[in-house]
């Protein structure tokens, strides 16, 4: 019997005896700030930010410590007592045994319920907890009903140790900060003000209350505090033995004052009595607020179990209507489990990728990457919101083609690296261009590469080399040019110098440097002479994505010319011999980086859209066919594979030496997706990676072999364990890109084995040993870790829309061109898609009555709300921008496909 089940089709879910699992994590948040990590015993915590934490920061080696359980508790007339977490000593002492208390666990979008009879008190507790989406408050509502045949008396009590204040105080001063708690019990529960912030760099007065509240059904407050640790536990006593309780301490009355203790949300409610079969309900509220009077609305509003209870149903339908995908295929779960990859890229807008049990690094926050990447998701589902996103985004560039690297909390703001730390990913410049190709396709909003934007200035010049002595916070964070002004160039113009700086910067092979790492953070120690040969692939696919984009522009606008920076002149010299000269390469980008250091000229010159666009298409097709020349391994008549880098001493990281085969997942990627491989290479590369790579029974593809070498001229992938992250584990975020590659270049089946891997691993609950979604990666047992917060989520998606369904954009119209195979339509023969476009609702449907596979039919025909589509050459169905602008915003328009 399977532990983890899906109850609707809405993702939700249920798994018995979930505590058995230590690892288990649910994420809670509001889009207003809250971030909460809630496991199956209420365990996790709570923040706002870094610097703001409600609950003490939990990383996943001691989520399941008790210290940070949200705990409530319950003693009947006879002095027995239980945790409806099952969080006390007994029940510890229990977990494995045959008197084990029965629980389940059932789960939604932001909200999770934990169910569980306490056998030796003769009650079911039920326990639910939530976020509002637009409050700074968690709500636990705690029902407790009695399971026996006799009246019982009861006394409740709730325990939530209170944090407050920065997660660097965990141990950097954590006593000594204690000392800054200004505590106060009120009517209804405890609050807690620290006079300041403590950072030994400069102390801030702080102005965050946090808080816990209690009420129960009738909103009647408690009746004793335990407001500290010390009042709580006791001398002798612990978080799974509280004093307070075992020893009936009397605890305190409201409107008491404590400083400089560790804080303890801790109350008593009085005495009450259930008859057999009846039921009490309570309400904790915890949260962070910067006005007492916002605790006191709060308290207000959320006192009321009726207006709790229609919180919780409209929190339900926020979120679910947010996915605004939904996929039926032949089989239920997987389509369950692609609404959780579905709504993972919102999870990683709110939480960044600092602020769950993982993710125990950094300081909160999304990185370039993510910025970029998480905008393909939401192209897919929210796409009126992402044109701003899109151009705010560009204002992280700079004139030297790189870009900030720390991403402030507003949109398009971009903070100085004041630790004067320089760290170039060679990779940052290739998401923009793919997002804002997306987007112009889903739109036909060509004209966005018009749109004038500001470049980003700090300190670092000349790509990550040089320091500008000149520039200050005084300067600000804007480019600026030689009389003052703030410049701004076209998006276009962006991409250009993100583009054409990257061609020129190569090592010894002629391929672009590696730098501080690309898309692998983990290949961080050949900065002086690694090269990327993966990147420099996806990068030639690039630059005749922009070369199309250009030429779209100039005919769809009519335009023959552009302003652009004069100095770019110098990236475009129409001279295809340098191509093969490293050193004068190295010397054009030097000459313009140089001219871009402090304050650039602001000089603009007109040039042709169609020389660009050849430009760009000479540099691309020169490096499909370096690439194809130097980096192929043709290893025997079935298998070869690209090599993918250079390390810091020069050599290639693929193919045969040592006595071994040495492959690269991410070397192979690029080359399909961006056509530098050709099909005959294709076909070796899937081969190979099916010898070498595939291990099915922990999620499919490993990013790598075994280099059995700890390579210090690379990075610090290889000082981990084989099987462990970048080192070899199945890397969902490359492994999901692999499919994707392969569906564009028609290699459905294949295609579908990279992610139909993936998905049943994540589904395995007895193995992966997560809720539904997709890890970051699975490891050698295995188990699923770094859940929720990785871009696999979105590349995920956006194969499963644009590829496997063909639901694509092209300009603006739009384009049905799927690539199902046989197995996932439904006994009916159908499957189909719930999906927005160009601001209407669509349900796809799709009949293949013959069960074949894509390559195997051809479009038969297409109607949209029973009128006839027309189909192109028997395989694409087209819907024109103006047929689009005809439809009704507000409809469901249903579109039926049948395969023949």
Not at 228 to 248: D, L, R, Y
Not at 403 to 427: C, H, K, P, Y
Not at 653 to 672: C, E, N, R, W
Not at 726 to 747: D, I
Request: hydrophobic fraction near 35%.
């Amino acid at each position: 019997m399977k532990q983890l089940k899906f109850i609707n089709d809405t993702g939700e879910f249920t798994i018995h005896q979930p505590e058995n699992i230590n690892s288990l994590y649910f994420p809670l948040a509001s889009e207003v700030g809250l971030k909460s990590a809630i496991s199956p015993n209420l365990g996790g915590d709570a923040k706002i930010d870094q610097e703001t934490f409600l609950l003490e920061p939990i990383s996943i080696d001691n989520l399941h410590n008790n210290r940070s359980t949200r705990n409530f508790w319950i003693k009947n007339q006879n002095g027995e007592v239980a945790s409806v977490t099952g969080n006390s000593a007994k029940q510890e002492a229990q977990k494995f045994s045959i008197d084990q208390e029965e629980s389940q666990l059932t789960a939604g979008f932001m909200w999770q319920k934990l169910e569980r009879h306490l056998k030796n008190l003769s009650l079911k507790a039920k326990v639910t907890s939530f976020i509002p989406h637009n409050e700074n408050v968690e709500i636990m509502q705690v029902d407790i009903t009695n399971t026996s045949d006799d009246t019982q008396t009861l006394t409740a009590y709730a325990a939530i140790p209170i944090f407050g204040r920065s997660a660097d105080n965990i141990r950097d001063h954590r006593n000594v900060t204690s000392m800054l708690h200004r505590i106060k019990t009120t009517k209804s529960g405890v609050l807690v003000c620290p006079t300041m912030s403590f950072d030994e760099r400069g102390h801030r007065v702080n102005h965050q209350i946090y808080y816990v509240l209690g009420f129960d059904e009738s909103g009647q407050v408690p009746q004793a505090f335990y407001p500290t640790v010390e009042s709580f536990i006791g001398k002798s006593g612990s978080f799974i033995q509280p004093a307070a309780i075992f020893n009936n301490e009397k605890g305190i009355s409201a409107h008491a004052k404590i400083n400089g203790r560790e804080a303890m949300g801790a109350f008593r409610f009085a005495p009450f009595t259930l008859e057999a079969g009846q039921s009490k309900s309570f309400i904790i509220l915890m949260g962070i607020e910067n006005d007492e009077k916002n605790i006191d609305t709060i308290s207000e509003k959320y006192r009321n179990l009726k207006t709790v209870q229609q919180s919780l149903t409209v929190t339900k339908s926020y979120w679910l209507n947010k996915v605004g995908v939904d996929f039926h295929t032949k089989e239920a779960e997987f389509d369950n489990f692609m609404k959780w990859v579905c709504f993972q890229p919102f999870l990683r807008r709110i939480f960044g990728c600092s602020f769950l049990p993982h993710h125990d690094y950094g300081r909160g926050g999304r990185g370039w990457r993510d910025l970029w990447q998480d905008c393909l998701s939401l192209l897919l589902m929210e796409p009126t919101e992402v044109r701003n996103m899109i151009i705010n985004n560009y204002k992280g560039v700079r004139l030297d083609g790189t870009n900030a690297t720390i991403i402030g909390q507003g949109e398009g703001e971009f903070l100085a690296d004041r630790n004067g730390i320089s760290r170039v990913w060679m990779d940052h410049a290739l998401w923009p261009l793919i997002t804002t190709k997306l987007y112009i396709d889903q739109t036909g909003d060509i004209d966005i590469l018009m749109k004038e934007v500001s470049y980003f200035k700090d300190a670092h010049v000349k790509r990550g080399t040089a320091i500008d002595n000149l520039w200050s916070e005084d300067y600000g964070n804007k480019q600026r040019s030689t009389d003052n002004d703030i410049y701004t160039g076209s998006i276009l113009e962006h991409l250009l110098i993100q583009h054409l700086t990257g061609f020129y910067e190569v090592g010894q092979h002629n391929i672009y440097r590696l730098r501080g790492a690309d898309w692998n953070d983990a290949l961080d120690m050949a900065d002086e002479n690694g090269e990327s040969v993966a990147f420099t692939a996806a990068y030639a696919g690039n630059l005749m994505e922009l070369a199309a984009l250009i030429r779209l522009l100039e005919s769809k606008t009519q335009t023959k010319s552009v302003e652009i920076l004069e100095e770019i002149g110098l990236l475009l010299k129409n001279d295809t011999d340098i191509y093969e000269k490293v050193a004068r390469k190295h010397q054009i980008l030097d000459a313009y980086v140089k001219q871009c250091q402090h304050k650039v000229n602001g000089f603009k010159v007109q040039m042709s859209l169609s020389e660009i666009a050849l430009n760009l298409i000479q540099k691309a097709t020169w490096l499909r066919q370096h690439l194809q020349q130097k980096e192929w391994i043709d290893l025997n008549e079935t298998e070869g594979w690209y090599n993918s880098y250079y390390d810091n001493n020069g050599r290639a990281t693929d193919g045969y030496y040592k006595d071994k085969s040495h492959m690269m997942l991410t070397g192979q990627v690029f080359p399909i997706m961006n056509h530098v491989a050709t099909d005959d290479q294709i076909h070796k590369i899937i081969s190979s990676a099916d010898h070498y790579l595939y291990r099915p029974e922990i999620g499919g593809y490993r990013l790598n072999t075994d280099f059995q070498e700890v390579k210090t001229d690379l990075g610090r992938m290889f000082g981990f364990a084989y099987g462990e992250k970048e080192n070899g584990a199945v890397f969902s975020h490359m492994t999901v890109m692999y499919a994707y590659a392969l569906y564009r270049r028609g290699f459905a089946t294949k295609g579908w084995k990279a992610l139909k891997a993936l998905a049943d691993t994540s589904l395995n609950f007895e193995t992966s040993c997560i809720y539904p979604g997709i890890p970051e990666y699975f490891r050698t047992d295995g188990r699923g870790v770094y859940h929720y917060l990785t871009g696999a989520a979105s590349w995920f998606m956006l194969t499963m829309v644009t590829e496997v369904f063909g639901v694509q954009g092209k300009s603006g119209d739009l384009v049905l061109y799927p690539k199902l195979l046989a197995e996932q339509f439904d006994n009916n023969g159908q499957t189909s898609i719930v999906v927005p476009f160009a601001g209407k609702n669509f349900h796809i449907t799709y009949n293949n009555p013959h069960y074949k596979d894509f390559g195997d039919y051809v479009v038969a025909s297409a109607n949209c709300d029973n009128q006839p589509l027309n189909i192109t050459d028997a395989a694409f169905v087209f819907l024109t921008k103006k047929q689009l602008e005809l439809l009704n915003n507000e409809n469901m328009h249903n579109i039926t496909i049948t395969l023949n």
